[in-house]
């Protein structure tokens, strides 16, 4: 018998999204699990849902190996299973029941098991895992390989079922994060159809990307950003243990492409700046991306970016509008995103901005200010969503009483309103696309412009320039008909927060 199938419930195919962008990562939290507990002596196995069909699936996978201990263990590191879909609580709550079925005592960690214990409590799933699982679950593990499940209420970071508890859930201490990341052992690769990743990359786009991390957490005050895991805590890896990883992986995976999949990459210059000696040491550069604030992005960082391989920065610009930086606890300015788009592109380094519309006080003004920074800067590509309030940030607490029955998007797409912002769903669907198409064209004028070219006299790029304005009309109108009649308004209890102590490696 088996000791531990470890499984995770992201289903590519079911969000629409991300089956059309085909940009799958594998489960990098779970891999780092699985060689976590090899190396102290469990076997194990990985059912890998990203590219499975289907639930039935893993059904198969528990005939095969009749495991001991089943765990469905979410990829923290990847903001997919950060977005708690229901579609993929569905998959796992399904999961969880069929191996319960089958006799396995059920494990589960993960963003949305943070959040709704009881959901999973109440579908197979016997221990839930708080924050950081990795040490938890080794502890949990041990006891109940030892016969010993009372012990299993003084393992830190756990909840149980207790009918005399409050909700009928017990909640044991409290577990801080390990300091220290190095001490786990990179993650179990073997345990993946690598060439099947492979595959569907080059199909869609000719190239092979993999995913990498190298802190845990982030200390920022972000009031919308959700950190069940880790809360405002950080760990960094070494800049050697991180060229190390890389230098592996380029010689036995072979990657075209990294993604750094860390909620922010370089928390420290000097950190970035070391990374890319170490790197250069080993000849262990591989093209890579990564996601971090504009505030970091100084002369320094960029240049060991720049030295270590990084070829595309995605940043959390969010708002061209002071004011909704300043309500949002981003601890940024407007002119720090010019600077920062500035040092990239004179580094050779795109410059991606992640764009949030739809936060509470946010005006029209504030929206085309934010149109207005995208035009003036030009960035290499943008990610827009709308502002989405998960439980246990402070935007949730703070909006908690103007949500209507829908808690959680269905899949990446959705991008609905779920309280009342100053405009309805449709409004933001539609700017969404119109701002899209309007840095496209922007881009390619920009292009032929740089190539010397004169006039633009092409009738099919002059169509659709036309097609643009209307666009761009349309959504005026729709400003009108979308309004809310009573938009939320926030009043913050709290005063400007100080920026994070980044003296050292761990918080």
Same mark, same amino acid.
């Given at each position: 018998m088996l000791d531990v199938l470890l499984a995770h419930s992201y289903f590519l195919r079911y969000d629409q999204k991300q089956v059309e962008k085909m940009r799958p990562?594998?489960?990098?939290?779970?891999?780092?699990?699985a060689s976590y507990l090899r190396s102290v002596g469990y076997s194990v196995a990985l059912f890998d849902a990203?590219?499975?069909?289907?639930?039935?699936?893993f059904e198969a996978a528990l005939a095969t190996y009749a495991p001991r201990f089943v765990v469905l263990y979410e990829d923290n590191f990847n903001f997919l299973s950060k977005m708690c879909l229901t579609r993929m609580r569905e998959a796992a709550c399904t999961m969880s029941q069929a191996a319960h079925r089958r006799g396995a005592t059920v494990i589960a960690s993960g963003s949305d098991v943070t959040d709704h214990p009881e959901i999973y409590l109440h579908h197979g799933t016997q221990y839930v895992i708080l924050g950081e699982p990795d040490h938890t679950l080794r502890?949990?593990?041990?006891?109940? @390989?030892?016969?010993?499940?009372? @012990?299993?209420?003084l393992i830190p970071g756990l909840i149980l079922p207790d009918p005399q508890a409050p909700g009928g859930l017990h909640h044991t201490a409290r577990r801080n994060p390990e300091r220290y990341p190095d001490v786990f052992p990179f993650p179990a690769w073997d345990l993946l159809d690598v060439e099947r990743y492979r595959a569907a990359w080059m199909q869609a786009h000719g190239f092979f990307s993999l995913n990498m991390v190298?802190?845990?957490?982030?200390? &920022?005050?972000?009031n919308w950003c959700a950190k069940p895991i880790w809360g405002q805590r950080y760990a960094m890896r070494s800049p050697a243990n991180v060229a190390a990883e890389m230098a592996w992986i380029k010689q036995h995976l072979r990657p075209d492409h990294i993604w750094f999949a860390d909620d922010i990459f370089g928390l420290r210059p000097a950190w970035v700046a070391e990374l890319g000696r170490e790197v250069a040491q080993r000849d262990a550069a591989i093209p890579f991306m990564i996601q971090s604030r504009v505030d970091l992005m100084t002369e320094d960082a960029v240049a060991g970016l720049k030295q270590a391989g990084c070829v595309e920065v995605w940043m959390g610009a969010e708002s061209g509008s002071q004011k909704i930086l300043d309500a949002m606890d981003k601890g940024t300015q407007v002119s720090q995103i010019k600077i920062a788009r500035q040092r990239l592109k004179h580094a050779g380094i795109k410059a991606c901005f992640f764009i949030q519309f739809g936060y509470p006080g946010e005006t029209f003004e504030d929206i085309m200010?934010?149109?207005?920074l995208v035009r003036e800067t030009l960035p290499d590509n943008i990610g827009i969503s709308v502002s989405y309030p998960l439980p246990g940030t402070k935007f949730h607490d703070l909006v908690k009483e103007q949500l209507g029955p829908k808690t959680n998007w269905v899949d990446s797409n959705d991008l609905a309103m779920m309280f009342q912002g100053s405009y309805q769903s449709p409004f933001y669907r539609k700017l969404h696309r119109v701002l899209h198409r309007d840095l496209?064209? @922007?881009?390619?004028?920009?292009?032929?412009?740089?190539?010397?070219?004169?006039?633009?006299?092409?009738?099919? &790029?002059?169509?659709?320039?036309?097609?643009?304005?209307?666009?761009?009309?349309?959504?005026?109108?729709?400003?009108?008909?979308? @309004?809310s009649e009573?938009?939320?308004?926030?009043?913050?209890?709290?005063?400007?927060?100080?920026?994070?102590?980044l003296s050292r490696d761990w918080n």
């Open positions: 990562y594998p489960p990098l939290a779970t891999l780092y699990a990203m590219l499975a069909t289907g639930e039935h699936e502890e949990l593990l041990d006891a109940l @390989r030892a016969g010993q499940p009372a @012990r299993a209420s190298s802190t845990r957490g982030c200390p &920022f005050h972000c200010s934010t149109v207005q496209e064209l @922007r881009q390619h004028l920009s292009q032929l412009s740089t190539n010397g070219h004169g006039p633009v006299d092409d009738v099919a &790029f002059l169509a659709s320039l036309d097609h643009l304005s209307h666009e761009w009309l349309d959504l005026g109108r729709l400003e009108v008909l979308h @309004r009573a938009p939320t308004t926030i009043v913050k209890p709290y005063g400007e927060l100080a920026a994070p102590d």
